[in-house]
């Protein structure tokens, strides 16, 4: 039963890793979409945070695999400071 239940695992993990070297060679390698621009965007490996290239906000990375990013959350320090200047410039352009 032990040994069932190991194989069980070890089949889990192997068809898991396979996907994730698959995804890594695909076009997705390392991406994620930006939350403000939706730009796709490709952190340098285990980076823990990346400011995205084409709007500036910046992201709090976490890596549940080594090729693959997910955005944890915003860093607030650089995303409220273009917030206030994006609405500083439309309050600007209002008038
Ligand atoms: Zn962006």
């Given at each position: ?56 906000f ?30 500083a ?5 209002g008038?």
């Amino acid at each position: 039963m032990v040994w069932r239940r190991g194989r069980l695992i070890l089949s889990e993990e192997s068809r898991q890793e396979t996907t994730s070297e698959r995804t890594a060679r695909g076009r997705t390698h390392g991406a994620f979409r930006c939350l403000n621009c939706f730009e796709r965007i490709v952190p340098p490996e285990k980076a823990e945070s990346y400011k995205c290239p084409k709007c500036g906000f910046e992201w709090r990375v976490s890596w549940p695999s080594p090729t693959i990013p997910r955005i944890r959350g915003p860093v607030w320090e650089t995303n409220r400071r273009l917030t206030d200047e994006i609405m500083a410039k439309e309050k600007g352009q209002g008038k």
